[in-house]
Every structure is written in C-alpha cells, then in structure tokens.
C-alpha cells in the first residue's frame, strides 16, 4: 500500500517527468513551424484573421520554441510556465473565441489548448521536480518567509 502514498522523491520526478514531456511538445511545434518558414504560418493565422499576424506568428514561434526549451531544461520553470499559460490562453481565445465547447462532434473544442493552458499553470504553481537548472542553481538557497 505505500504506492498508494507516493514520496516526495516520485512526486518529485512525476512532476519532472510532465515538465519534460510537455516542454519537448512545446518546443517541437515551434521548431515545426520554424522549419516550414514564418511566411507560412503568418499566413495561415493571417487567413484565421489574426491581426498583426507576422508579430503574432513570430512571438508563437519564439514562445513554443524557447518556452518549451526553458521547460524542458527546468529553467526558470515557473517564469516559463506562466508565460506560456498566458500564450496559450492568447491563442484559445483568438482561434476559438465565440465557439462553444461542446458541439455536435465528438469531443471538446480546443482541448488541447485547454490542456496545454492547466498543465502551464501547473508548472507555474509546483515549479520544476526533480532533476532541472532550477533546482541545481536554486537548492540551499534560503527561502524567503512569508509575511503573515
């Protein structure tokens, strides 16, 4: 039954297990949209009706490459977390603004997004795990008292 009650030591790599997990999908879609050229995914999001869409284009492109990269390193984690909460957040409400959640179709419109969205501001919260930049610059650092 002690599986049942996880040590902070698996809880620990759990976490980091996600971070790298989510990281690396992040940084592959940016690196994807990289490598078939920012023109292309400008006019994609261009023919959603995206204003600003070669800044808008370039700042999705950047954000999942280097976000995810900061995830997967365990670098600045909690930083990256909520910046790509916010990016993600940005993009559910550009490209599914107006649609309902459920329609006639199967499933959840946007619930990657939705996904991508909790597990960023999950990292926000719990920080890193085990085994990041993070923790091997940031350990036996005193922690600063909350004033209550």
């Known amino acids: 039954m002690k599986f049942l009650l996880p040590s902070q030591t698996s809880s620990s790599r759990g976490i980091a297990f996600l971070r ?8 592959v879609h940016g690196v994807q949209k990289l490598l078939a050229g920012q023109p292309a995914f400008e006019a994609t999001i261009a023919a959603m009706g995206v204003q600003k869409a ?28 909520f910046l790509a909460a916010l990016m993600y957040a940005g993009i559910w ?15 959840i419109n946007a619930e990657l997004l939705i996904l991508y969205i909790a597990l960023a501001l999950a990292f926000a919260f719990i920080g ?21």
């Not at 800044?55 to 990256?80: C, F, H, K, Q």
């Not at 890193?128 to 909350?146: E, I, M, N």
Request: zero cysteines.
């Open 20 to 27: 790298i997990v989510f990281g690396g999908l992040l940084l």
């Open 54 to 81: 070669e800044l808008m284009s370039w700042l999705v492109i950047w954000g999942e490459t280097g976000l995810g990269a900061l995830l997967v390193l365990g670098a600045l984690t909690r930083v990256a977390g």
């Open 93 to 107: 409400f550009v490209t599914e603004s107006g649609k309902p959640l459920l329609s006639d179709s199967p499933g």
């Open 128 to 148: 890193s795990g085990a085994v990041s930049l993070d923790r091997r610059l940031f350990a036996g650092k005193p922690a600063r008292k909350s004033r209550r």
